[in-house]
Protein backbone atom coordinates (compact mmCIF):
# COMPACT_ATOMS: atom_id res chain seq x y z
CA UNK A 1 0.00 0.00 0.00
CA UNK A 2 1.24 3.76 -0.71
CA UNK A 3 2.27 5.84 2.04
CA UNK A 4 0.98 9.68 2.01
CA UNK A 5 4.97 10.23 0.63
CA UNK A 6 6.83 7.02 -1.16
CA UNK A 7 6.24 6.58 -4.70
CA UNK A 8 5.03 3.09 -6.37
CA UNK A 9 7.78 0.97 -8.23
CA UNK A 10 6.10 1.98 -11.41
CA UNK A 11 5.88 5.97 -10.49
CA UNK A 12 9.69 5.68 -9.66
CA UNK A 13 10.24 4.51 -13.38
CA UNK A 14 8.21 6.53 -15.08
CA UNK A 15 9.77 9.97 -13.26
CA UNK A 16 12.90 8.46 -13.66
CA UNK A 17 12.33 8.16 -17.72
CA UNK A 18 10.47 11.48 -17.91
CA UNK A 19 14.05 12.80 -16.58
CA UNK A 20 15.76 10.85 -19.43
CA UNK A 21 17.77 8.90 -16.70
CA UNK A 22 19.56 12.12 -15.22
CA UNK A 23 19.25 12.94 -11.39
CA UNK A 24 20.19 16.29 -11.24
CA UNK A 25 21.56 17.42 -7.54
CA UNK A 26 21.45 20.57 -6.08
CA UNK A 27 18.98 22.42 -8.12
CA UNK A 28 15.80 22.23 -6.29
CA UNK A 29 16.90 23.26 -2.40
CA UNK A 30 12.65 23.24 -1.59
CA UNK A 31 12.75 19.56 -3.00
CA UNK A 32 16.20 18.23 -0.91
CA UNK A 33 18.56 17.67 -4.19
CA UNK A 34 15.63 16.00 -6.53
CA UNK A 35 14.72 18.09 -9.13
CA UNK A 36 10.71 19.77 -8.47
CA UNK A 37 9.56 18.44 -11.52
CA UNK A 38 10.70 14.47 -10.70
CA UNK A 39 9.43 15.47 -7.17
CA UNK A 40 5.50 16.58 -8.98
CA UNK A 41 5.52 13.75 -11.56
CA UNK A 42 5.79 10.98 -8.38
CA UNK A 43 3.07 13.35 -6.15
CA UNK A 44 5.29 14.43 -3.57
CA UNK A 45 4.26 17.82 -1.90
CA UNK A 46 7.49 20.16 -1.52
CA UNK A 47 6.71 20.66 1.91
CA UNK A 48 6.90 16.67 2.47
CA UNK A 49 10.18 16.02 0.21
CA UNK A 50 12.54 15.87 3.74
CA UNK A 51 16.26 15.14 2.73
CA UNK A 52 15.46 11.57 3.87
CA UNK A 53 12.56 11.20 1.70
CA UNK A 54 15.23 12.62 -1.15
CA UNK A 55 17.80 10.35 -0.23
CA UNK A 56 15.31 7.32 -0.76
CA UNK A 57 14.61 8.57 -4.08
CA UNK A 58 17.56 9.08 -5.49
CA UNK A 59 18.80 5.44 -4.10
CA UNK A 60 15.50 4.20 -6.48
CA UNK A 61 16.67 6.08 -9.27
CA UNK A 62 19.86 5.09 -8.78
CA UNK A 63 18.74 1.38 -8.96
CA UNK A 64 16.27 1.76 -11.55
CA UNK A 65 18.94 3.11 -13.65
CA UNK A 66 21.35 0.01 -12.70
CA UNK A 67 18.53 -2.16 -13.25
CA UNK A 68 17.85 -0.53 -17.32
CA UNK A 69 21.40 -0.97 -17.37
CA UNK A 70 21.37 -4.53 -16.54
CA UNK A 71 18.28 -5.32 -18.96
CA UNK A 72 20.32 -3.59 -22.10
CA UNK A 73 23.08 -6.24 -21.01
CA UNK A 74 21.22 -9.05 -20.76
CA UNK A 75 19.10 -7.89 -24.32
CA UNK A 76 23.00 -7.44 -26.02
CA UNK A 77 23.39 -11.41 -24.67
CA UNK A 78 19.96 -12.71 -26.00
CA UNK A 79 20.84 -10.91 -29.88
CA UNK A 80 24.51 -12.19 -29.71
CA UNK A 81 23.06 -15.66 -28.67
CA UNK A 82 20.89 -15.48 -31.75
CA UNK A 83 23.24 -14.57 -33.94
CA UNK A 84 25.38 -17.25 -32.67
CA UNK A 85 22.47 -20.11 -33.03
CA UNK A 86 21.87 -18.78 -36.65
CA UNK A 87 25.64 -18.64 -37.89
CA UNK A 88 27.54 -21.84 -39.36
CA UNK A 89 30.35 -22.81 -36.73
CA UNK A 90 32.72 -23.02 -39.27
CA UNK A 91 32.36 -20.54 -42.13
CA UNK A 92 30.75 -16.73 -41.74
CA UNK A 93 27.28 -17.97 -43.67
CA UNK A 94 23.81 -18.82 -41.96
CA UNK A 95 23.45 -21.99 -41.23
CA UNK A 96 20.09 -24.01 -42.81
CA UNK A 97 17.72 -23.62 -40.24
CA UNK A 98 18.52 -19.55 -40.36
CA UNK A 99 18.29 -19.67 -44.54
CA UNK A 100 15.32 -21.17 -44.96
CA UNK A 101 13.93 -18.93 -42.48
CA UNK A 102 14.93 -16.16 -44.43
CA UNK A 103 14.13 -17.56 -47.69
CA UNK A 104 10.69 -17.87 -47.22
CA UNK A 105 10.72 -14.09 -45.72
CA UNK A 106 12.56 -12.76 -48.78
CA UNK A 107 10.07 -15.34 -51.37
CA UNK A 108 7.16 -13.17 -49.90
CA UNK A 109 8.79 -10.31 -50.01
CA UNK A 110 9.38 -10.89 -53.19
CA UNK A 111 6.03 -11.81 -54.54
CA UNK A 112 4.26 -8.76 -52.53
CA UNK A 113 6.48 -6.73 -54.04
CA UNK A 114 7.08 -8.36 -57.31
CA UNK A 115 10.63 -8.63 -57.38
CA UNK A 116 12.65 -10.94 -59.32
CA UNK A 117 14.50 -13.16 -57.07
CA UNK A 118 16.63 -16.50 -58.11
CA UNK A 119 18.34 -19.84 -56.02
CA UNK A 120 21.49 -21.07 -56.22
CA UNK A 121 22.09 -24.60 -55.02
CA UNK A 122 26.00 -25.88 -55.13
CA UNK A 123 28.35 -28.07 -53.43
CA UNK A 124 31.69 -28.83 -53.36
CA UNK A 125 33.14 -31.46 -56.10
CA UNK A 126 35.07 -34.43 -54.83
CA UNK A 127 35.14 -33.05 -51.25
CA UNK A 128 35.36 -37.21 -49.60
CA UNK A 129 38.74 -37.73 -51.69
CA UNK A 130 39.68 -34.19 -50.33
CA UNK A 131 38.99 -35.31 -46.50
CA UNK A 132 40.64 -38.81 -47.37
CA UNK A 133 43.45 -37.59 -48.42
CA UNK A 134 44.40 -34.37 -47.03
CA UNK A 135 42.47 -35.25 -43.39
CA UNK A 136 39.14 -33.47 -42.41
CA UNK A 137 41.87 -30.08 -41.75
CA UNK A 138 41.76 -29.54 -45.91
CA UNK A 139 38.03 -30.06 -46.20
CA UNK A 140 38.10 -27.99 -43.59
CA UNK A 141 39.89 -25.32 -45.80
CA UNK A 142 38.36 -26.39 -49.21
CA UNK A 143 34.51 -25.35 -47.48
CA UNK A 144 36.03 -22.28 -46.64
CA UNK A 145 37.53 -21.17 -49.72
CA UNK A 146 34.25 -21.58 -51.62
CA UNK A 147 32.54 -19.71 -48.83
CA UNK A 148 35.20 -16.67 -49.77
CA UNK A 149 34.41 -17.16 -53.27
CA UNK A 150 30.30 -16.70 -52.78
CA UNK A 151 31.25 -13.91 -50.41
CA UNK A 152 33.37 -12.09 -53.00
CA UNK A 153 30.87 -12.95 -55.85
CA UNK A 154 27.58 -11.86 -54.17
CA UNK A 155 26.25 -8.58 -53.03
CA UNK A 156 25.07 -7.50 -49.27
CA UNK A 157 21.52 -7.90 -49.79
CA UNK A 158 22.32 -11.62 -50.80
CA UNK A 159 21.86 -14.23 -48.98
CA UNK A 160 24.48 -16.84 -48.36
CA UNK A 161 24.39 -20.15 -46.27
CA UNK A 162 25.55 -23.71 -45.65
CA UNK A 163 23.03 -26.19 -45.83
CA UNK A 164 25.20 -29.29 -44.25
CA UNK A 165 28.46 -30.59 -45.43
CA UNK A 166 29.54 -29.48 -48.57
CA UNK A 167 26.54 -28.28 -50.09
CA UNK A 168 26.03 -24.12 -49.77
CA UNK A 169 22.94 -22.01 -51.03
CA UNK A 170 22.59 -18.97 -52.41
CA UNK A 171 19.27 -16.34 -52.69
CA UNK A 172 20.13 -13.43 -55.47
CA UNK A 173 17.13 -10.53 -55.04
CA UNK A 174 16.02 -8.48 -58.23
CA UNK A 175 17.83 -11.43 -60.18
CA UNK A 176 16.18 -13.27 -62.77
CA UNK A 177 17.54 -16.51 -64.78
CA UNK A 178 19.61 -15.12 -66.89
CA UNK A 179 21.42 -12.57 -64.10
CA UNK A 180 21.69 -15.80 -61.99
CA UNK A 181 23.27 -17.89 -64.84
CA UNK A 182 26.19 -15.26 -65.04
CA UNK A 183 26.42 -15.61 -61.52
CA UNK A 184 26.80 -18.68 -61.42
CA UNK A 185 29.69 -18.87 -64.05
CA UNK A 186 31.32 -16.28 -61.85
CA UNK A 187 31.19 -18.62 -58.71
CA UNK A 188 32.61 -21.30 -60.81
CA UNK A 189 35.18 -19.48 -62.23
CA UNK A 190 36.34 -18.26 -58.66
CA UNK A 191 36.05 -21.80 -56.95
CA UNK A 192 38.30 -22.81 -59.80
CA UNK A 193 41.24 -20.20 -59.07
CA UNK A 194 41.30 -21.62 -55.16
CA UNK A 195 43.51 -24.66 -54.41
CA UNK A 196 43.56 -26.93 -51.08
CA UNK A 197 46.84 -28.35 -50.39
CA UNK A 198 46.91 -31.99 -50.09
CA UNK A 199 50.09 -34.67 -49.60
CA UNK A 200 50.67 -34.78 -52.90
CA UNK A 201 50.48 -31.03 -54.10
CA UNK A 202 48.05 -28.80 -54.54
CA UNK A 203 44.46 -29.25 -55.71
CA UNK A 204 42.63 -26.73 -57.53
CA UNK A 205 38.58 -26.72 -56.55
CA UNK A 206 35.51 -26.64 -58.11
CA UNK A 207 31.84 -26.66 -57.42
CA UNK A 208 28.49 -28.04 -59.01
CA UNK A 209 25.63 -25.24 -59.33
CA UNK A 210 22.21 -25.40 -60.06
CA UNK A 211 20.10 -22.98 -60.61
CA UNK A 212 16.08 -21.79 -60.27
CA UNK A 213 14.48 -18.70 -61.05
CA UNK A 214 11.28 -18.10 -58.81
CA UNK A 215 8.07 -17.74 -60.55
CA UNK A 216 4.12 -17.31 -58.94
CA UNK A 217 3.28 -19.54 -57.06
CA UNK A 218 6.15 -21.90 -56.80
CA UNK A 219 6.48 -22.93 -53.31
CA UNK A 220 9.98 -23.11 -51.33
CA UNK A 221 10.21 -26.38 -51.84
CA UNK A 222 9.79 -26.39 -55.18
CA UNK A 223 12.06 -24.47 -55.74
CA UNK A 224 15.18 -25.83 -53.39
CA UNK A 225 13.89 -29.15 -55.31
CA UNK A 226 14.59 -27.57 -58.59
CA UNK A 227 17.65 -26.06 -57.86
CA UNK A 228 19.04 -29.31 -56.45
CA UNK A 229 18.12 -31.13 -59.26
CA UNK A 230 19.75 -28.79 -61.77
CA UNK A 231 22.93 -28.93 -59.43
CA UNK A 232 23.10 -32.78 -59.85
CA UNK A 233 22.72 -32.53 -63.53
CA UNK A 234 25.50 -30.19 -63.75
CA UNK A 235 27.71 -32.28 -61.65
CA UNK A 236 26.70 -35.46 -63.97
CA UNK A 237 27.84 -33.30 -66.76
CA UNK A 238 31.01 -32.09 -65.05
CA UNK A 239 32.36 -35.75 -64.44
CA UNK A 240 31.26 -36.58 -68.32
CA UNK A 241 33.52 -33.95 -69.28
Do not use: W
Amino acid sequence: MRTSFGPSSSDVTRAYSARAGRVVLNKAPHTGGVERPVAHVLGIPDDQMTPAVSTAIQRLLGEVQQLQEELEGLRERVKSAEALADADPLVPLRNRRSFVRELERMIAYAERQGHGIALLMLDVDDLKPINDRGGHAAGDVAIQQVAASLIDCTRASDLLGRLGGDEFGVVLMDTDLYGAEEIRARIEFEVSQKTVDLPEGPLALSVSCGVCAFEPGLSLEDAMRQADESMYRSKRARRLS
